[in-house]
């Protein structure tokens, strides 16, 4: 395995940070100007510019509208990051734990409320741990190779974000 200086961690979350700050001031910046609807669309003289709605572009794969696997769009495909709008009713769950084999992830609660739970190994049995996001701005990253689950406890809006985006990186946790 190889191991990576504090330096390049640092940097990482940084970026990770700056990434974060970048969707929330987009998503939630406000105008000086009267709020009239409009369209959003990608704008043909702004080359090298996507816009768009997360909600709507990330309905048809599960609120996901960045990553290896988006074809529609090249700026929002990459292998770098993928990241998730994720709106959530109560009750809702991923039905069962999974792993990431190489990824990192992180979740952001931008309203409502949301439990994360993940599986370790403590003296030969596994061992669940809740871990409730109540507050606007409460957040869990995780390490690949982490069994997660999530459910929904009251209406939510989450942002999740893994990188690096890599094709068939989930699965399954075993029990």
């Known amino acids: 395995m190889q191991r990576h200086s504090s330096t390049t961690s640092v940097r990482n979350m940084g970026l990770l940070v700056l990434l974060l700050c970048g969707v929330a001031f987009f998503v939630f910046r406000t105008s000086s100007e009267p709020d009239v609807p409009k369209p959003l669309q990608a704008v043909d003289r702004l080359k090298g510019v996507s816009v768009g709605n997360a909600a709507e572009v990330g309905r048809a794969k ?29 009750g809702e769950s991923n039905g069962g734990f999974a792993t990431n084999t190489r990824a990192k992830t992180m979740s952001v609660l931008i309203k409502g409320r949301f439990t994360l739970t993940f599986q370790r190994a403590v003296g030969g049995k596994t061992v669940e741990e809740d871990v409730p996001l109540t507050k606007e701005g409460d957040y869990a990253l995780w390490a690949y190779g982490v069994p997660h689950n999530w459910r929904c406890i009251e209406d939510c809006t989450i942002l999740t974000v893994r990188w690096p985006s890599l094709p068939k990186d989930q699965s399954m946790a075993k029990a």
């Open 62 to 90: 599960g609120g996901w509208f960045v990553g290896n696997f988006i074809a529609e769009d090249e700026l929002r495909q990459t292998g770098d990051v993928e990241i998730k709008w994720g709106l959530h009713k109560s």
